[in-house]
């Protein structure tokens, strides 16, 4: 068992550093050997015995923040429409700053993983959101005979088309990009973005946007 924690600890040491590195350097410049530097001492074994390459360090590192962004104690509500509604609020609240930021500057940064980043948003997020929006149409909060095909214009638009600008783009930018998603999705007669969801977004891009 205490060889197993080792085990755990030593590979997310390997994750915190490599992250620290792609962010503060950029992925291309890092060398697996700047990965090892700040590893206090272990050796470039270690890091293979984990992973395959330095590139599978950074993909692990985004399909653990996608993972871990959308647990399902996050989808609080009295029914689908309000799980969606305040998963939103949620996600452009400061607590979650770091993990948005650090995710999207990295998968910005690296243009070979954007591909990557965006089939893993679709295979491993639309699916769970997907499940909200057939329990609103099943409690009655979400009229749509597409759920799947919803989840996926969810995913595309509010998690790529928008957070994943955040910190890339100006704040008007972003809240006119907000403004057209709630238009969209009222237009679709899905009241996904309230005046409270676009209250959050606001305040959140006043602070975090491109200056």
């Known amino acids: 068992m205490a060889r197993k924690r080792d085990s755990e600890k030593t590979r997310q040491l390997i994750l915190d550093v490599s992250k620290k590195l792609f962010l503060e350097q ?53 029914n689908g429409l309000e799980k969606l509604q305040n998963f939103l609020i949620d996600s452009f609240s400061d607590q979650h700053h770091v993990n948005c930021s650090d995710e999207a500057l990295l998968a910005l940064r690296t243009s070979k993983v954007l591909g990557d980043y965006y089939t893993q948003q679709f295979k491993e997020f639309a699916p769970e959101v997907s499940v909200i929006i057939q329990e609103g149409i099943a409690d009655g909060s ?11 214009l969810f995913v595309l638009t509010i998690n790529l088309w928008l957070r994943l600008q955040i910190g890339a783009s100006t704040q008007d930018e972003l809240s006119n990009r907000a403004l057209f998603l709630k238009q969209m999705f009222e237009l679709l007669n899905v009241q996904i973005i309230t005046d409270d969801v676009l209250k959050q977004m606001f305040s959140y891009f006043e602070t975090h946007s491109k200056k």
């Open 26 to 78: 950029g992925y291309e410049e890092t060398s697996v050997q700047d990965i090892i530097d700040g590893l206090g001492g272990l050796t470039k074994g270690v890091i293979y015995h984990y992973f395959d390459s330095k590139y599978d360090i950074l993909k692990t590192i985004l399909r653990l923040s996608v993972s871990s962004d959308f647990l399902d104690e996050q989808w609080r509500g009295e």
């Open 142 to 152: 979400i009229q749509t005979d597409y759920p799947e095909e919803l989840a996926e």
